[in-house]
Every structure is written in structure tokens, then in C-alpha cells.
């Protein structure tokens, strides 16, 4: 069978190898600086590349034993080229002299660009003094700080022994953490030379009851990033105590009736609900898809004007936070939307070439075999004045969302939420719980209907899939209230 | 691209570099391109090489140690060895498989054609796509864009290798598309649908049908009504159908059983599960699908499973060590990592004898949406907005702004007919299914 992917170029590239192994650092700048310089030569108005290296530990107890232990190693690279504003990218994972090469070329050459043309030795890119954002923060110790496999296992399987002592009807049991070690180099033709050290951490559990006809599931996490020792210091008890008593209610919950109902969202993971019904509309690639409604709003009002809500990529721990992107650029806070006006969209490097607005430090992706597309970090609204009682009380009857599930976007806007845990409002008390809602409206009418916030802004570690693979982020938000919602359920 | 040769090398090396250890090694080479065309018809192109293995070692003490990897280098693999043995002594202790040994991974089926076309160049894919977004954008005047759409084609070779001499190796090809397009008719909001293909080769994908077919079901959908919430019919199209098999695929993995995540039970097997007209089989070598695997992750050879029979659960998916727990011989569904899970390979789901009055009056459910989210595979409800359609007396409107609503277990009960014909999907064939009842409701 005839290769797909053809490695027929000219031999006589400059013989400078690719550095063996150890962390990426100054003794690549010759080779990527010549491979830049190549592409460059080439015809390509901007080239980049991305190298990654991967060292990820996973281990799950169900039931009270171990049953994974899932460590894993991944190396590879990215290219991306530009021409005009057309882009190209091709991933490997040969981190040979070689290997780049060929990609570079497998670029090149789907950008129309002659790369065999451009063989003479000339003028390489000159890459700016390395900005290290690892050796600057002391994260080169990160990897050795971080807990073991014992160790990681000892406290799962504690967790799951106190589970089953308190988790009634209990059918099953699963507690799992994982770390992730990511170094990254990120090279362009523009002079970024950038490397940097991310290290997300999460402990999660997970309890399924039963009792007759009656069932229930509830799970919950806590992550982190960049804290080492997280998972030898978590506190994973509350959690415990949360889900318990979760799965207890809900076991004995019904399903919620069908209509329109006036809500009240909790904090933290609540903030799923501006992540999936505004985040994503305002990242430019949306733009470029022309599947956002406001992409002429710059300025505008798109939300209620007590809604005010920010993406950032700086709080110190968040799982959505990092130090620079994957284009090499340093994380900042960015306004979104102001008292209901929207400020900035969330802009990588190509959605600010394309649609000219500022780079915010926002191209972000799964792995190397992922482009850098505009992402959301850690994006949440503001605290409001309100308490969160006082925004139950101002209820007649109506829907309170405890705890949400997943949800998503489609091409028109329209979006839908799994709400995981949720009781009835009645003249302005909490009431029965419910189960089976799922939350569905549009994008551009319900930021109108968020008309009120509480002052408990909390944020919640979450994964968003996208165009650039899945990547961490954070949800958040206070306690607020939606004057009207439909509620999909069982009539 | 790895050849046999160089897996039986590569096994030679190990074995000579480790001599007592036992192990095996799975994974795949891909190769891809993929382009997509934007909004201003520019082109968004990528392309990909990338190798992923997986390693188990078996210790003297009788444990096993894994590790993924990215490389087939000797020397990457020799620490890749080791770290695996290190693994294992903090690994599960118990039901462990045994390495698998030649004489118990069956036959590799002979498929009926293996013809893949040679790739095309990526200018090709490009020229093929753009026709087909144009074809589709021009063929209503209310379709606005294609916003989401992509043509791939992709070449991989599996492998499976262990020290007891088992090897196997499978190399395929695949070029798929999708097209999704949005539209919008004076006084209603926007709307989007899509359609899909895949074929082993350029040559023989029909874009152009794609087009069409998208085309008419996004037209299909421009002007849709709302309707009361309440208990409705329901015909499930035979994709939403296999969709929503797939969303609670625990009920036929013995794994889950095993694990208690499973709303069925070791003794559910020869049980009424769904109505007596439903039969369900996982049919990897099915002649609808493109792309078949021939064997599973532990090298054993794929085959035909029923799963349901007249209604009665007839089979589970196995890999070894819930084969060995059950008393029953493997199916080659071994998904192998770090745990063992199984997987389904091609649904096939038997066609009736129609849908009859059911399709004159009923909620039509073309396309589930956001499966990830409304779907509770541990309680087995569901709760899932769709594109679809209200049937009254023959006649039917587009609905917008609806969820469905229920359990799988009532609805696999419930079903009251099954189409003629059968629907092919990208995961199995199916034909529309029919349901007594379902909650529907209709965003006010």
C-alpha cells in the first residue's frame, strides 16, 4: 500500500540533529531556528513549532481495589505555517532532525510553498533569548515533588473505604486521580522561543446506588494546576460528605415535569452554563465559522446589565490556568463582557490576523496534534450584591440547579445542560428534589435573562472539548437567578 | 509504515534485551490528511503521523504492568519495558488476563474485499470538498454556510505482538466526510443539519450524494412548528436509534457487569429484555462497514455476536478475563489498557416488517443531539434534545426547540415496529424504530 504521507525530499539538509533526550531547552534553537528559517526561504509568511512531551499517571480503585494503574509517555510536534492568512498544520511524533523536517515540508507543501527550492543554506530565524517560563517559576522539580503510585493509591483506597461506609444503597464505588506533566517549546518565526512546565492534577469520585427500581449516580472532583503535592494533600473528605448526601436525595428523587420555569443556578460547576451558552460563542474561531451571533457586538449590549464575566489564565492553582499559551504567549485576565456589554473576545494568533482583535493569550490545545485555536481558561461572571437566599426567596415557584452535568453548543447557538441535582423553588423555599432536567435555550436570548447574581462566586475544575482536542478549563460563577428557562424532563 | 517483519524484529530485540520477561505490544500507525473548507473558501488542512503502543508486562510474581508510548524505538520500549514491571508489582492484584497464546486467538477472517483505493493528493481532497460546499450552500437559496464540514482520508495498520509467538497486523484505509450546514427561513431562527460518508477510497466516496442528502434535510427543517410538551409516539430514525444504543453500551459489556455499572446482571442473560421483534447483533465483519477490524486488543479474531434475540439478551461482549468469570469462550471485544474494557465493533441492528400506521402519526427523532451530557448510563434515563420532525396523518413538520426524554429499558420494551430497510450509520445499520411512547418537550 502506498504511503499517504510521501518523505521524498532532497537529502543535503544541514546536518544539525535534534538533542537527545533531556528537557527541551537552548541546545534546540540551531535546528529549529534553521527549520524556521527553511520555511521561511520557502515561501511561508509565518511558521511555528510546537514541541511537546508527555509524562501522565492514572490509577482508579473500584470497589475497594485497585484496578488501573496507567502511566504513559507521549513525545511529539507540531508545524504550523502561514501564508497570507491560509494556514496549514501537520503533526508527528519523530522528533528527529528528520522527522521535523518532513513535517515542515508536508506543510510547506499543502501551503502551495516549493520546499525543495530552498535547499542553499541561508539565513536562519533568529529566535529571541529563551523565555523559560519553567526555569523562571522552579518547575523543572515538579515532575519528582508529585506523589506516587503508592502513595496515590493508599489515599484513593481510603477514600473508597470511607465512601462505603457512608454512601447508603451503594451499588458501586469508584475513586481515580491522574496527573499530567506537559513541558512544551514553542518556536516561531517571528522570534518566540518559549518553553514552559504545566502539571494539572485531578481526584475524582464516583458513587452509582440502587435500591429496587430507584437509582442514582453522583460523582464529584478537585484538580489543580501547578501544585505538586496536590494529590498527597487534598482533602477529598468534604467531597465525600457532598456526594453522599447527594446520592442519598436523589435516589429517592422524581423526575422533574416538563415546562418553563424561573431558576436559580448554584455556584461553581453552575458556571457550565456560560461556558457552553456564551465562552464558546465569543471565541473568534466562532467568528470565523460565522456560527456566533456576536460577532458584530463588540460594544454592544449582549447580557442583562448586572452580568459581568471575565476568562483569564492567571489564578494562582485553577485548572484553567496557565503561564504562557501554546502559541508562547503569557496568560492575562481579559473583560468579556461588562454590565452586559460586551468588551474583547477570547483571540488566538490566527483569529487575530483574521478578524483583528488582540491576542489574549488564548490559543490553547489538547496535544501536539492539535493547531492552537482560541479557547477559554478560566472563565466565569462576577459576584453580584445579592445573597444566594435572597435570590431563592425572590422565587414563587420555580427550579433550583444544584448541581449541573455537561452540556453543549450547537451551530445555531441553541444549547442544552444535564442538570445533575436539582429541587423544586415554592414561594420562595427550597422544596422536593428533582431529577432528569436538562436545561435548553439560545445563546443570544438567555444572557439576557441572567437578570441577577449572588456575592459566592466559587470556580470548578471542567474539560472542554472544541476544535483544538480537550483541553482543562474552569467554569465558575455566583449563586444567580434566570428569570425563565425551558426544562426538558418527563411530563 | 511497520511491517510484519518489523514487529517480529522488534518482539526478537526485546525478547534479547529482557530474555525473562514475557510482554505484549498493541497499537497502531495512522497516517492522515485532512482538509476543511472555510466561510471565505479557504482551505484549513492538516495532516498527521503518529504511532501509539501499548505495552503489558507480565511479572514472575504474577502481576502485569502497562504502558502507553509513542515510539517503537528499541531503546524508548526497553525503558518503556521496565517501567511497566515497576508498574505492576502497584497494580491490580486480581483478574488478571493470562498472556495470550496463539493456539486460543482464533483464525483471522478473510474479508470479501480489501480493495483501498490509492490516496489522493491533498489538493484533490480540497478541489472534491470545495464542489461539494458549493454544491450545497447553492442548492437553497435559505442555506447560509457549511460551517462545519471536513474530507479525511486516513491509513492505519494495527498490530498485535506478544513473546508467545501471537502476531498480528491489519492495514486499512478510510476517506470520510461530513458536512453540516446551517440556514435560516424569513421568521424563524437559524437551523442546522448534516449528513455523512465514508468509503475506503476517494474513488468511491459520492460526495455529491452527501451534498444532496444534507441539503434536503437542513431544507427540511428551515420552517419547523413547536408543539405541546406531553407524552408522544416516537420513531426513532436509524441512527438517532444506534446512537442511543451506543450512549448505554454498558448493557451489553460483561465488564460492567462485573464492576456492578451495568443496569443489567449476570442472570439478566436469557432474560426478556425488549420487545420479542428486536434483534441485535455486533457484526464487525458486516459488508457496511468500511473499516473493519479483525482482531480486538488482545489478538483475538473478531466474529459475529448476537446480542439479542426475539427480545431475549442472547450475548455479551467479552475479553478474557470476563470470558473466564462467565465460563463462556472470548469474542474478540478485548479494548486493552491499563484496564481491560470491551468495545463494540458494528451494530446490526434486524430490519422488521415496517413501520406501518406507527409512521402516520408520531414524533419522527432524525438526529439525537449532545449525547455526552443527556445521557445517565447508570440509571439508564436519558434526556436529549433532537432534530426531528411531528407526524400527523402522513404529513410532517419540522419541530424545533425539543428534548426526548426516558429510559432505555422501557424503551427497548416498548417497541412497537421496525422498519423494512435498514439505515447505515457510522457505527452499524439499523432500521427506523418505532416506540410506543416518550416525553417530548417544546421549549415555550
Redesign the interface.
Known sequence: MRPLLQRDFESGFSNIKAPADGPFNEAWRPLLSLILGHARRSGADFAEIFLERRNTLRVTTENGKVTAVAPSFSLGAGVRCFKGLQDVYVSTNDLSQSGLRWAVDQALGMLGCSARMSHSMGRDVQLEPLRDFAAARGKDNWLAQTAGVGEISERLLSQSSVLRKKVGHLQSDQTSAFRDWQEVLVAASDGVFARDIRLHQLSRLGVNCADGADRSSMHEQRASTGLPDFLKTVDMNPVIDEISTSAGIMLRADYVTAGQYPLVMANRFGGVIFHEACGHLLETTQIERKTTPFAESLGLPIAHENLTAWDEGITEGAFGSTDMDDEGMPAQSTLLIENGILRNFIADRAGSMRFGHPRTGSGRRQNFSFAAASRMRNTFIAPGKHTPDELIQGVERGLYCKKMGGGSVGATGEFNFAVGEAYLIEKGKLGKPVKGATLIGTAAEIMKKISACANDIELAPGFCGSVSGTIYTTVGQPHLKVDNITVGGRS | ?ITHEHISRLIESLSKARPNVRFDISGDSL???TVKV??NE???????????ALLRVWTPAGRI???????LDHK?LLS?LD??AE?AS?????DLPSIPLPADAGTLPELNSTS?G??VS?EELGTNLLAAVRQLRQSHPDI??V??NALS???AQRFYANTEGLIREQ?G?VVSTYL?A?GQSEGH????AGHWGEERSMQSLDLSAVAKTASELLVSHLKPIKIS???YPVIFSGRAFLDLLGAFSNLFSAQNIL???SLHTKDSLGQQIAASLLNVADDPLHPANVSPDLFDGEGTAVRKLSLIENGVLTGLWHHSVSAKTFGVPKTGHANV???MTVRPWFWNVSAGQGLGDAARDCVWIDDL??L???V?S????F???FLGYRIVNGRKESLE?V?V??DILSVLKNITALDSSCERASGGVCPAVAVSAL?I????
Open positions: 509504515m497516517e492522515s490528511q472555510k466561510e479557504n482551505f484549513e488542512q492538516t495532516a498527521s503521523q503518529r504511532t501509539s504492568g502497562v504502558v502507553q508510548v509513542t515510539s524508548q518503556a517501567v511497566a508498574a502497584l497494580g491490580p492484584a486480581e483501498a490509492q490516496p491533498i447560509s454556510g460551517p462545519y482520508q486516513r491509513r492495514n484505509a453540516y446551517r431562527k437559524p437551523r442546522a410538551s406531553g407524552q464492576d456492578r455499572q489498557g491499563a484496564k443531539e449532545a455526552h451530557a443527556g445517565n447508570l440509571q439508564g434515563s434526556s436529549l434534545p426547540g428534548t426524554a426516558g416525553s418537550t417544546c421549549e415555550a
